[in-house]
């Protein structure tokens, strides 16, 4: 089944929106710590990548993806600045360095790995359907019954 190009589109701006909140809500929180533990760089990485392989598993679409995946890198880069009070969300800081590649490296990697719709499958060529007999089957239908695939059949 084809899906139209208007669809298509729209899952798009969708896509594009969703990963827009989720860049946001990583970018507010990702300086968020623990004492030692950078707790909300390892929590917004988790929920920006969840968001990523979920909008590709269940679109299969790469296009979607990588809008999800823009849509998280343009909010990164237009909160990032500095606002009209001189205030700063991603500081130039390690954990904003690593915030902003972390993003990139997940978007590259979500929407680069390779479709798995599209690796080859294996089918059982070797079985051969057994031919029936005229009697009724057991089971009250008269569905062929197929034999054990082991090769062990009498």
């Known amino acids: 089944m ?9 899952s798009w701006i ?5 990963g827009g909140v ?3 809500a990583g970018t507010i929180g990702h300086s968020l710590m623990w004492g030692p533990v950078p707790v909300g760089l390892i929590v917004g990485a988790i929920a920006c990548g969840a968001i990523l392989v979920a909008i590709r598993a ?12 823009l849509g998280m890198l343009g909010m990164l880069v237009l909160i990032s600045g500095v606002g009209p009070g001189g205030s700063v969300v991603v500081q130039d800081s390690l954990s904003g ?8 490296g997940l978007v590259l990697l979500t929407v680069a ?8 499958t294996r089918t059982d060529a070797s079985a ?9 089957s057991p089971v009250g239908g008269d569905a062929p019954t197929l034999g054990d695939r082991t090769g062990s059949e009498p």
Not at 97 to 104: D, K
């Open 97 to 104: 360095r690593v915030w902003t590649y972390l993003v990139a």
């Open 128 to 136: 051969r359907p057994v031919a029936t007999s005229g009697a009724p």
């Open 113 to 120: 790995w390779p479709s798995l719709r599209r690796l080859p």
């Open 14 to 18: 969708a896509a594009a929106l969703v």
């Open 22 to 24: 989720f860049g946001v």
């Open 2 to 10: 084809r899906i139209g190009w208007i669809s298509r589109v729209l």
């Open 58 to 69: 269940l679109t299969h679409d790469r296009g979607a993806t990588l809008a999800s995946g």
